[in-house]
């Protein structure tokens, strides 16, 4: 691994935990008002795609075990873009290789 790829996998880790975690407290403090609720969950599909884990929480969200469960998810999420990020600077520095 070079060190752009690293660099871009610990950008990427980093960008997707922080979505996961304003998108968290977003989802939280909307509960009351169905309309945005609606709107953030349909863009929580596309960008925190392991937000359907936190559906396992219902019930325990109070407990250990429900946090474990979104921290799982969150985590996750950092992961999967950071394999993204990963992704397009391989093929970013590969293409430019083939250019020279």
């Known amino acids: 691994m070079t060190r752009l790829s690293a660099e871009w996998m610990t950008r990427g880790g980093l960008v997707g935990g922080l979505i996961a975690v304003v998108l968290f407290v977003l989802h939280e403090r909307s509960a009351g008002h169905l ?6 969950e349909h863009f929580m599909r596309i960008t925190w795609p392991s937000a359907d884990w936190l559906m396992a929480t219902e019930g325990i969200e109070s407990t250990v075990k429900g946090w474990l469960m979104v ?3 969150i985590g996750t999420n950092a ?3 950071a394999a993204v990020a990963g992704l397009i600077s391989v093929f970013r520095t590969g293409s430019s ?4």
């Open 97 to 100: 290789r083939r250019e020279e």
């Open 79 to 81: 992961l999967l873009y």
């Open 35 to 40: 309309e945005m609720s609606l709107a953030l």
């Open 71 to 73: 921290g799982f998810s």
